[in-house]
């Protein structure tokens, strides 16, 4: 079944195919999920015009996508065990 009509489609061509390949399965989305034809072919032609398409594989974030994100860790204080541990050698001497 063909959702988009002759405005999408025309979006569509001036994709890259791997692109127009993902709205394609959009459109089969769209229609199992029973999004009206101008509303599929709207949202098409918004993604196309904006420079949206998403690309594959662009969810997996990548290490250096998370760098300074977070703080850096720093040396944690020493704990009581270890404290203990130095006193009764000190206590021999």
């Known amino acids: 079944m063909k959702l988009f009509n002759e405005a999408a489609q025309d979006a569509l061509s001036t ?3 791997a692109d127009a390949a993902y709205c394609a399965k959009l459109e089969q989305r769209f229609a199992a999920m029973g999004i009206a034809p101008k509303s599929a072919s709207s949202a098409v032609c918004s993604l196309v015009a904006a420079d949206a398409v998403p690309q594959p594989g662009s969810w997996a974030a990548l290490p250096s996508l998370l ?3 977070f703080p850096k ?3 944690a ?3 009581a065990s270890q404290a203990f541990e130095a006193a009764p050698a000190e206590a021999l001497a």
Request: hydrophobic share 25%; net charge neutral; no cysteine.
């Open 67 to 69: 760098k300074g994100l």
């Open 73 to 75: 860790k720093t040396e």
């Open 77 to 79: 204080p020493a704990s």
């Open 15 to 17: 994709l890259d195919s």
